[in-house]
């Protein structure tokens, strides 16, 4: 609602959850985005007018494993041999975390 009334362009960028490409149940599909969201690999914010807004902070943040794990076309990663590769990929998500989390605190006052 506030994208389509704001003076101006407005983006928005949504997770879109797809089970056949992603290679999980339907009746899975609300599981996954908040997997995504309770994760930080999908945090939910908004930036309005250069104030970065948090609209969502797990109550406790989950290993990215958990969101791979329930989406088959991770298979491949959750092998012993690409263990380092997901390691990298928590250190990621951790690191962008934490800088939005910084954002949200230097602009909203």
């Given amino acids: 609602q506030r994208a389509v009334e704001a003076d101006g362009p407005s983006f928005i960028n949504a997770l879109s959850p797809c089970p056949r490409g992603w290679r999980y149940d339907t009746q899975d599909t609300m599981a996954a985005s908040k997997l995504a969201a309770d994760t930080c690999i999908w945090p939910l914010y908004e930036i309005d ?3 970065w807004r948090l609209n969502y902070r797990p109550k406790e943040k989950k ?5 791979l794990e329930s989406q088959g076309r991770f298979r491949h990663l959750l092998t012993p ?3 380092g590769v997901v ?3 928590q250190r990621h ?3 962008e975390w934490q800088k939005l989390l910084e954002r949200c605190r230097t602009t909203e006052g």
Avoid at 63 to 67: K, L
């Fill in 93 to 95: 998500v951790d690191e």
């Fill in 63 to 67: 290993p990215i494993t958990e969101w």
């Fill in 49 to 51: 007018h250069g104030v």
């Fill in 87 to 89: 390691e990298e990929m």
């Fill in 81 to 83: 041999q690409n263990k």
